[in-house]
């Protein structure tokens, strides 16, 4: 009975908390219709209202259409759906929010369950419900510094194929043939829009809205330049490769001069999670009382509070940006 009802509770909170966030986000039919119009025309979005073609894709943001339909309603939907294809998951943006759901509502009724007495259950099970959101930010920021690594090869390789005389689409094929992910997958979507009729401007402009790092921003600015003043096309392309090579290069000397600053952060963020985790286990009685005792559930609030931010603090003094 007491899991009904705390399942209830559960249902009833988090259809509240969406009805209002419906209402408070919710968009006029006009300007739902203008905003999924500008998402799938890209190049009409920047202002270029002669192009005779335009490339439509379908972007669904879930396999049921009545919670596509829904989401459409919410701004931030094509934008986590833009963030889930950055990360290179197949995943639609409606089943990475029922998963979350489903992770917060489980860890909620378990804690709440294991500990009556604790009132920051629905904190444990918003902190849970991010957890899959953080998977998707580490897989996204784990592809786009292996695209990152591996850029200065495919500039190379197109700089090869235009110093040998081929057209710059050919070079752009020859790299999504014989490059690695997800350099391929990425050059090969390019190639394959200005291929199906979209202007070569448009096509590399919407790569870098697919991979958001300055080092495409500058390939794409040089290239466009490129094309409207002319010049040697071969000669930029190995010139931005080499740039880009002696940045990655400091990037490994800051790296392993702050290694030891960054395992001693690891070191002490881990511990006291590491050793609650380890006294529940070996001695329950000892933390129960963290739990029960009124002044408990306070005093872990105040704790994971000053843990965050003394985390944020290290990372921002370790995180080095080059």
Known sequence: ?????????FVVVTLIVLGVWV??????????????????????RRGDVSLELKLARDEMLSSVPWLHRLMLHWAWSTRLQAFIAQSGLQMKAAKLVLISLVIGMASYLLITHSY??????MLVGLA??????AYVAWRRQKRLRKF????PEALDLLGRAVRAGHAFTTGLEMIAKESAEPIASE??????????????R??????TERVPLIDVRFFVTALLIQKETGG?????????????????????EVRVRTAQGRLTAGILIALPIFMSVALTVLNPNYMKILFEDPSGPMILIVAGTMQLIGSMMLWKIIHIEV
């Open 148 to 151: 990152e690594e591996h850029f």
């Open 23 to 44: 209402l408070a986000t919710a968009e006029p039919g006009q300007e739902v219709i203008r905003r999924r119009m500008e998402a799938v025309r890209k190049a009409e």
């Open 232 to 252: 040697n096309l071969a000669e930029i392309l190995d010139g931005l490769a080499r740039v880009i090579r002696d940045r990655f290069r400091i990037y490994r």
């Open 116 to 121: 009556p007495r604790f009132p920051a259950s």
């Open 1 to 9: 009975m007491a899991i009904l009802i705390f399942v209830l509770t």
């Open 128 to 133: 849970a419900a991010g957890l899959p959101f």
């Open 187 to 200: 050059f090969r979507t390019t190639f394959e829009e200005q291929n199906f009729g979209l202007p070569l």
């Open 202 to 207: 448009d096509a590399v402009l919407n790569m």
